[in-house]
């Protein structure tokens, strides 16, 4: 084996060795972690629906609802 298939198959297991080590911490978040992220997604997408309304809405009715909040 000459120097340059050894840098190949050392590139090769770091690769394979960083593949595995990622997959594995993309295996830790438990269930309580994945509950946390949907409840944050949910609000996230209920002020994204409230902008798309405040950016869409005729100014007199935008402005009535802010009066009212």
Known sequence: MNVFSAMVAIA????????????AESRRYSAVDRKQIEKIES????RIE????IVTDQRELLRRQIDEL
């Open 12 to 23: 090769a297991i770091l690769g394979v060795v960083a593949i595995a080590r990622y997959w």
């Open 43 to 46: 609000e996230l997408r209920e």
């Open 50 to 53: 409230t902008l798309e309304r």
